[in-house]
Each structure stands twice: as C-alpha cells, then as structure tokens.
C-alpha cells in the first residue's frame, strides 16, 4: 500500500525567506511523486513530479524537490517565497503504472508573512 | 497536458435531491477518469475510477448506489449524487491521467457542492 505524509499542517514564511515544504511517501514499488498546489476553492495544479531519471526536479513557479529514495522523501523547497505562494500544497505519489490512482498526502497551508 | 473541465463549478440542492456533475476531458481521449472528495481544510480522497463502458471501481468505504458513475464517452464522465444530505456537502474534483505510462495527472477545477 502507498500512503504519504506531510509534515505540518501549516507553514509560515516572511516574504523572501526560503520555503521548505516536507513529504514522506511509503510504497511497496518504485513511486511516480508529485507536489501540486490548490488556490482556495479551485482545483489542482501541478507544480512538479519525479518519475525516472534526475533526482532533482525544478518546477513551475520557482519550485524544486529531490528525490532521495534512502530518506523516502520529496520535499518541495523555493528559495524566496512570494505573496502569491501562499496556497494549499500537495504531496502525491501513485505507482509506476499507468492509470493507477493518485494518492494525496494531508497537505500543507503555506502562508508568507509581508 | 489535459484539459479538464467540470460543470457545474458550483451547486446548492436540497435535502433528498439528486445532483450531476460532469467532467469532460476537452483535448484527451481518457479511458478513465478519478472521482475524489475533499473536505474543508482536508486532502483530497479518492471515491472511485472511472472506466469508459464499464462499471466504475468504487473506494472501501464509498457508496456506490449513492455515488452514480456513468463514462459514457472517451470525454465524459458524470458523478451523480442521490438522494443528497448535508453531510454529502463537499469539493468534488476530477481527474484525467495522460502521458506515457500516465504520468501526468490533470484535475478539473472542482465541483462545490452544498445540500441544504
């Protein structure tokens, strides 16, 4: 079974200040890892994956995670927050297998302090 | 990547009504389609798969004589909610996978449904 977890609920940053957003996974086979980010009321929208290849992936909006199989984890960093990062954000992971379902971690509110 | 689109954006109904709501794959042909749930200041969860011309695979826990899932077309799949209670009051969000070996996940801007 896979399963992903997030930790903090809710994460403050001042404005500028490096945004670090942590994720474990736990899966049985090779995981397809994802971050998206939720505005309020919308859907989701995809910041970045890992599937195969370079362990560290750069996604829209200034993003970046790595992969690191031995820690299990894909934390999501960006090295100045901006107002407009403030949003749900999503860790996912499903399997190496098409059309599998997504599983979502808990998430985590990220809001930048001025 | 796959553009998703879901009608209505929002919706209020009454107690024991019953509800549709689309989700249409607009530049993708999606076999199958995910139905998720989420709850205020939650994650998002899966409620069932969505298969074009079969039945859909519905979650442990998922009613699916309450959770009517129709993929009638390689674009379209329908969610309907029956007999609707306040507790059914939720975001409901759809999903296409495409890419090869279905990498990419695309979700439709969600349905906000309220039962009064």
């Known amino acids: 079974a896979q399963s992903v977890t997030q930790l903090g609920s809710h994460v403050s940053v001042s404005e500028g200040a490096l945004v670090l957003l942590r994720c474990n996974y736990s899966?049985?086979?090779?995981?397809?890892l994802f971050w998206y980010v939720q505005y309020p009321n919308q859907g989701l929208q995809l910041l970045l994956k890992?599937?195969?290849?370079?362990?560290l992936v750069k996604g829209i909006n200034g993003f970046e995670a790595e992969f690191k199989k031995s820690e299990t984890s894909f934390h999501l960093t960006k090295p100045s927050a901006h107002m407009s990062d403030a949003a749900e954000y999503f860790c996912a992971v499903k399997r190496e297998t098409s059309y599998d379902k997504v599983i979502f971690g808990p998430g985590t509110s990220l809001s930048v302090i001025p | 990547g796959a553009v998703v689109s879901q009608h209505p954006s929002w919706v209020i109904c009454k107690s024991g009504t019953s509800v549709k709501i689309e989700c249409r794959s607009l530049d993708f042909q999606a076999t199958t389609m995910f139905w998720y749930r989420q709850f205020p200041k939650q994650s998002l969860m899966l409620m069932a798969t969505s298969n074009e011309g079969s039945k859909a695979t519905y979650e442990q826990g998922v009613e699916k004589d309450k959770f009517l899932i129709n993929h009638a077309s390689l674009t379209l799949s329908t969610l309907t909610v029956t007999s609707a209670h306040p507790e059914d009051s939720s975001f409901y969000i759809c999903s296409v996978q495409t890419g090869q070996g279905a990498t990419e996940a695309f979700f439709g801007q969600g349905t906000r449904l309220t039962v009064v």
């Open positions: 899966s049985s086979v090779p995981p397809y």
């Open positions: 890992y599937t195969t290849g370079a362990t």
